[in-house]
């Protein structure tokens, strides 16, 4: 039976490369499911949907019905945890609503999580975090989430499976959480001030142990998870599979950039990278770039995030590899080929 995979999330860094890596494999049709679209190609088409509309949502969706897999990454931002959790549950349970009663082939739900599962957001948090630790006080929406996609799954044939990554590392554009164009931009503003690299978070974030999770490795393990039996109804963190200290990291990325590394300095950079949209309009005129919109290339309040951590930050993947997933990526060599990527996509100064 033909598989046909619907991404939801389909323009962010983790939905792009899931979409990139199908189209790789060649076994899905693919449909993109986002608020802005896309153009379609080949074996993949988007729709343009308002997730929060239930009807539009059905409207729009009612058609797919020859879906196998879902693979949900959506996200809408919110000021606060409890604010986050009415829109977020909501786009998920729409899909589902939709799709499941029109797709009588449907195999699996994937549902992209994060260690906010584990209360990392909050605080210091027990690391390595792993998939059967207890639960934290709520408000939380991976959890309503999950316990959303557990009730539903109750006397189906479909299965389910959560996706926990570290900080996720690609580059997509116009994503409010891409911690390394968070770090090329601030990188190539720094050197067009004729400035050192900083590191601008907390003292105390400085030497603490960090993960992350490159999104070209995410989705492999996200397609795993989804067409291997042994992983139904399962939680999974899934991270490149090494550790590192930023005060390790982050010379050898003043270095990689020629500039020189001065120490830490803490401050916000969501207060002090607002002003600099006439500087990076120039930067993108002096050095040939492409015009794409300084919100585009922003994401410093998620940089104020992951740089404010001042605590470990880390999970056990050892599950994934023992139900069968194997692979891994050199996290210091990840950030270099990102940054030459988005050199070569014309986004930051070569």
């Not at 549950?89 to 260690?115: C, F, R, T, W």
């Not at 067409?227 to 990325?253: E, S, V």
Request: glycine share 8%; proline share 5%.
């Amino acid at each position: 039976m033909q598989k046909t995979a619907l991404v939801v999330g389909a323009n962010g860094v983790i939905g792009s490369n899931l979409i990139n890596y199908l189209l790789e494999q060649g076994e899905f049709n693919i449909v993109a499911v986002s608020r802005r679209g896309g153009t379609d190609k080949g074996k993949l088409r988007y729709i343009a949907v308002d997730l929060l509309d239930p009807q539009t949502c059905e409207d729009k969706l009612s058609s797919l019905t020859e879906t196998t897999h879902i693979f949900y990454a959506a996200f809408q931002d919110r000021p606060t945890w409890a604010e986050l959790v009415p829109p977020n549950l909501a786009m998920l349970v729409n899909v589902v609503n939709a799709v499941e009663k029109i797709a009588p082939d449907l195999q699996h739900i994937s549902l992209m999580q994060g260690y906010k599962v584990y209360g990392a957001h909050l605080g210091p948090f027990k690391t390595p975090a792993k998939e059967d630790d207890g639960g934290h006080m709520p408000p939380e929406f991976n959890v309503d989430q999950q316990q959303f996609l557990e009730q539903r799954q109750q006397g189906k044939r479909w299965s389910w499976s959560a996706i926990r990554p570290s900080v996720v590392a690609g580059t997509a554009l116009g994503n409010p959480m891409n911690l390394v164009l968070v770090i090329g931009v601030y990188a190539a503003i720094s050197k067009e001030l004729g400035l050192p690299l900083r590191f601008p978070g907390k003292p105390g974030a400085y030497d603490k142990l960090m993960e992350m999770t490159d999104a070209g490795l995410l989705a492999k393990a996200t397609v795993w998870a989804a067409t291997n039996m042994q992983c139904a109804n399962q939680a999974f963190n899934i991270t490149n599979g090494d550790l590192f200290r930023w005060n390790d990291l982050w010379p050898k990325i003043a270095k990689y950039f020629h500039m020189k590394c001065a120490s830490p300095l803490q401050l916000s950079l969501q207060t002090v990278m607002a002003d600099k949209e006439p500087l990076w309009t120039r930067m993108q005129e002096k050095y040939g770039l492409d015009s794409y919109t300084y919100e585009e290339v922003s994401s410093w309040p998620f940089g104020d995030a992951v740089f404010g951590w001042d605590y470990d930050f880390f999970g056990d993947g050892t599950k994934a590899r023992r139900f069968g997933f194997h692979e891994f990526v050199d996290t210091e060599q990840m950030f270099f080929e990102l940054f030459n990527e988005l050199k070569a996509k014309k986004v930051i100064p070569s």
